[in-house]
């Protein structure tokens, strides 16, 4: 038996045998799918409208910064899909996929407190980590919807705009290196002349 609410419009709690829910299920994805699609149209246009205020109110993008660098990652579980593992190899799962969150958000703080004390702005923080959430793997990205924000704040490529690092002087270099847009650039030595 699984306790669930229910879809219909007084959310009532019932329980119901896991085949009847399967089969419930199977009858209602069309509606799933529909929905599914309207909610990724408005998490696009959310995470297009944050990204716009994060660029234009400083105070804003800090806050948000640090909000996402701080906060651990969630999975976006299908009960369905769930609902066919067994309850050990789901325990599993939830375990691997906490250690994993766990990491990431861990190299997002480090990243973040890096670029901090190195005097970045918020937004420059922000799409810092938007750009680190890109090179995360890929399914980890659409498991926790945290590629819907990343698409939003970093173009398709994974890094914005390539550098010509050719003629470029050790004030632009530190330029470049203080937006955190390449924050493992190990030092250049740069020679007279």
Known sequence: MITMISSTPNYSTFSEPI?????????????????????????????????????????FADETAQSYAFSRDLEVVDLADALNQTPEAYEQ???????????????RIQLYQKMKANGSSGAEIFKSLMVFNKTLPEDYQKATHIDVMANAAVADSKMPNPVDFTNMTPNEFGELTKSGRFPELPPLVFLEG
């Open 19 to 59: 085949s009847d829910f399967r089969e419930r299920m199977k009858s209602e994805k069309p509606f799933l799918e529909a929905r599914k699609q309207a909610d990724e149209l408005l998490a696009k246009a959310r995470a297009k409208e944050t990204v716009d205020h994060v660029q234009t109110d400083p105070e």
């Open 93 to 107: 799962h939830i375990k691997s996929f906490s250690a994993q969150s766990d990491a990431v958000m861990n190299e």
